[in-house]
């Protein structure tokens, strides 16, 4: 087995992500360099990696000291979406870990995000600490994914006769207002960060302003704009902006991988909240990703709004390991 520490892993990020894809059962994006690098620099600055990579695969954590006591975790500190063991056989990356441990020192628990119930992954963990270690259930997670299989005639026939009368009737009162809608491109990081400071703009004037929510949180920002500049270069960045005359009034931020759009941020001002702005950003970015030949969309985290735009949920668990 090989240590690694995040550079390292930055180095080796294209075999990695590779590896990534080729995990089953589970969130591809935020298990990748895309997300856990980010996620890692911004949330979890004094983490002490623990990245080995072995013959079938890698495993990834970060090491925190609690209580005097030794916790290992995902590299995706804030949320828990990345699954930290990957490899294409799921016993035999699990098997890595116990030896791993085994021969690591002094441990307290290990949290596995990122694993479906009742999956390879998850009955290998059971069989493999199940007799020797003690199991429970963390927090689980949800994620909301549509379809984009037939463009967005094909998006709109799967949602209900309310949805589609609702995107024509905001679509019509957008035209008749004068907003339109522009996609934006980045080819590198400067051009990347230029969007996203137009982005932190609209970010001001919206309800999430008053929170401090957003990427106005000096947090979300640093690990939104590691993001896009990670995305940009290989042309992986979309994002999107609703304007008004010459001015940005909204704007809904993602990536691709592997055919597949993740949703991050959508917000708009909050003095055009009559407009349906936050529907037609979404609207206006499932046409054009369909248009480029995108397939799937990621729409994130769990929200209730989220269930009328998706065609499943993707449930995963974190599984809690104790000597």
């Known amino acids: 087995m090989e240590s690694w520490d995040l ?12 590896v990534v894809l080729a995990t089953p059962d589970i969130d591809p994006f935020c298990s990748s360099t895309d997300w856990i690098i980010p996620a890692t620099s911004a949330f979890a600055p004094d983490v002490r990696p623990w990245i080995l990579r072995t013959e079938s695969g890698y495993l990834t954590f970060g090491e925190r000291q609690r209580a005097r006591q030794t916790i290992l975790h995902s590299l995706d500190p804030m949320w828990g ?38 999956s390879p992954l998850f009955e290998a963990l059971i069989d493999t600490f199940g007799d020797t270690h003690k199991l429970f259930r963390g927090t689980d997670m949800s994620t909301h994914l549509a ?7 094909g998006y709109l026939a799967r949602r209900s006769s309310r949805f589609r009368k609702g995107i024509r009737q905001a679509t019509r009162r957008a035209e008749d207002s004068g907003i339109r809608f522009e996609v934006a491109s980045a080819c590198d990081a400067r051009t990347a ?13 919206s309800w999430k302003a008053e929170q ?22 290989d042309g992986r960045l979309r994002l999107l902006f ?11 931020l993602g990536g691709v ?26 609207w206006h970015q499932i046409c054009s990703l369909a248009d480029e030949g995108v397939t799937g969309y990621d729409l994130g985290m769990d929200m209730e709004y989220k269930s009328s735009w ?14």
């Not at 550079?7 to 590779?18: A, K, N």
């Not at 991988?257 to 001002?269: A, E, T």
């Open 7 to 18: 550079s390292q892993l930055e180095d080796e990020s294209e075999g990695f992500d590779r």
């Open 242 to 252: 609703a304007r008004h005359d010459e001015h940005d009034i909204g704007y809904i």
């Open 193 to 205: 960060d230029a969007l996203l400071d137009r982005a932190l703009e609209v970010e001001h004037r």
């Open 257 to 282: 991988r592997d055919g597949v759009y993740r949703g991050l941020q959508v917000s708009f001002d909050q003095e055009w909240s009559r407009a349906s702005i936050g529907n037609l950003l979404q």
């Open 147 to 153: 379809s984009l299989d037939g463009g967005p005639d």
């Open 212 to 233: 401090d929510g957003g990427i106005i949180d000096p947090r979300m920002q640093h690990f939104y704009r590691m993001i896009a500049r990670r995305l940009a270069p």
């Open 81 to 118: 979406f990345a699954c930290p063991l990957l490899g294409a056989d799921p016993r035999a990356i699990v098997s890595d870990l116990y030896r791993s441990l085994g021969h690591r020192g002094r441990w307290h628990m290990v949290a596995v995000s990122g694993v479906v119930d009742g």
């Open 310 to 323: 998706s065609d499943e949920t993707f449930e995963t668990m974190t599984v809690v390991i104790r000597p």
